[in-house]
T-cell receptor, first 113, second 114 residues
């Protein structure tokens, strides 16, 4: 059974903290994604990685960074968490190419207080 | 720039009604792919269908059908004889010549009442 696993389902952090969201996939996929989901805005792409150590900014990268040191792991980093980063974060992975479907993790609901 | 628009934020129907979810997209790529995903209350998105830009044939899978029209840049999704288990948020998505980058619409929340 293919899997994308996010390290936490729920997370509460304080303003100004450095936050790490971890995502691991076991399908040997080249592509990995981080999205945030907010009501009325759908899924917005934060960062996209198409290979180890390779990354590309999505539509809303401000305030975030990513790390992909190993193929199976893609980390999203909030350098200094702010209340406007309270959201649902979704990780996904897919095979290389534009025609492959993405597989999603269960999501991490982050609250910044 | 690529964009996906799902104008219907919420739809509510009674069980056994047919319902169509609209999706309009924008892209300058000549080769692209369109997707539909379902997000049940549990939260994990589930892939439903993929269509490439050269294949405008409609597709039917059980109670689900999809209508792809390049002339109107639309990829609509119809559920026939809806059931309570169809209640979910449905997302339309687009992938073009950008190595697999997937752009989503705003989502349509479908509520099917018994």
């Amino acid at each position: 059974d293919v899997k994308v696993t996010q390290s936490s389902r729920y997370l509460v952090k304080r303003t100004g903290e450095k936050v790490f969201l971890e995502c691991v996939q076991d399908m040997d996929h080249e592509n990995m994604f981080w999205y945030r989901q907010d009501p009325g805005l759908g899924l917005r792409l934060i960062y996209f990685s198409y290979d180890v150590k390779m990354k590309e900014k999505g539509d809303i990268p401000e305030g975030y960074s990513v790390s992909r040191e190993k193929k199976e792991r893609f980390s999203l980093i909030l350098e200094s968490a702010s209340t406007n980063q309270t959201s649902m974060y979704l990780c996904a992975s897919s095979l290389q190419g534009s025609n492959t479907e993405a597989f999603f993790g269960q999501g991490t609901r982050l609250t910044v207080v | 720039a690529q964009k996906v628009t799902q104008a219907q934020t919420e739809i509510s129907v009674v069980e056994k009604e047919d319902v169509t979810l609209d999706c309009v997209y924008e892209t300058r790529d000549t080769t692209y792919y369109l997707f539909w995903y379902k997000q049940p209350p549990s939260g994990e998105l589930v892939f439903l269908i993929r269509r490439n830009s050269f294949d405008e044939q409609n597709e039917i899978s059980g109670r689900y059908s999809w209508n792809f029209q390049k002339s109107t840049s639309s990829f609509n999704f119809t559920i026939t004889a809806s059931q309570v288990v169809d209640s979910a948020v449905y997302f339309c998505a687009l992938s073009g010549n950008q190595g697999g980058k997937l752009i989503f619409g705003q989502g349509t929340e479908l509520s099917v009442k018994p």
